[in-house]
T-cell receptor, first 115, second 111 residues
Framework: GAGVSQSPSNKVTEKGKDVELRCDPI?????LYWYRQSLGQGLEFLIY????????KSGLPSDRFSAERTGGSVSTLTIQRTQQEDSAVYLC?????????????FGEGSWLTVV | GDSVTQMEGPVTLSEEAFLTINCTYT??????LFWYVQYPGEGLQLLLK?????DKGSNKGFEATYRKETTSFHLEKGSVQVSDSAVYFC??????????FGQGTELSVKP
């Protein structure tokens, strides 16, 4: 597609439920990132996929969070047993084959509200 | 580990004022440096970037120079407009690594 696509754009869920957030990166981009942006806060790194390498999961805040990337393209971020503090915008980004100078493009984000 | 530190906001300026948003970084290698902007209600957009020391990134009247000796990448604009009101994020990416952001600086420009 033309840009990074995320779905759903908005999700309201009850505390304790599981949620899945989807990201379709730009075609051909091998690097994919997930970030979290809480209200009035900066961007918190969650996880980074680069090609066939093992993902960098160092930013995942707890074992309730997991992510996978199938076929080197689409990625799903799963949050189990959601808590109110999980409410945030979850941003996905992608970039072309690895070079530190390559532009990283962001999606519009998935707004998650846990009630 | 690698990190980015930005000046805290909010920054409030009058239209046509000069803007500087400070950004310093810590990195073990030779990262690329970026400024991203988030306008109200919109997603993150790349504003400018520099990939090696002494490079100057520029876009929409904004400039930033990659200063290795001071590990800085300060954002400047000579004359801000109301439409520049946004949150600005400084970021770095080391080769093979993830994009690391500063905390963001909110800019508000008054007519």
């Amino acid at each position: 597609g033309a840009g990074v696509s995320q779905s759903p754009s908005n999700k309201v869920t009850e505390k304790g439920k599981d949620v899945e957030l989807r990201c379709d990166p730009i075609s051909g981009h091998t690097a994919l990132y997930w970030y979290r942006q809480s209200l009035g806060q900066g961007l918190e790194f969650l996880i980074y996929f680069q090609g066939n390498s093992a993902p960098d999961k160092s930013g995942l805040p707890s074992d309730r969070f997991s992510a996978e990337r199938t076929g080197g393209s689409v990625s799903t971020l799963t949050i189990q047993r959601t808590q109110q503090e999980d409410s945030a915008v979850y941003l996905c980004a992608s970039s072309s084959p690895d070079s530190s100078g390559n532009t990283i493009y962001f999606g519009e984000g998935s707004w998650l509200t846990v009630v | 580990g690698d990190s980015v530190t930005q000046m805290e906001g909010p920054v409030t300026l009058s239209e046509e004022a000069f803007l500087t948003i400070n950004c310093t970084y810590t990195a073990t290698g030779y990262p690329s440096l970026f400024w991203y902007v988030q306008y109200p209600g919109e997603g993150l957009q790349l504003l400018l970037k520099a990939t090696k020391a002494d490079d100057k990134g520029s876009n929409k009247g904004f400039e930033a120079t990659y200063r290795k000796e001071t590990t800085s990448f300060h954002l400047e604009k000579g004359s801000v407009q109301v439409s520049d009101s946004a949150v600005y994020f400084c970021a770095l990416r080391s080769p093979g690594g993830k994009l690391i952001f500063g905390q963001g600086t909110e800019l508000s420009v008054k007519p």
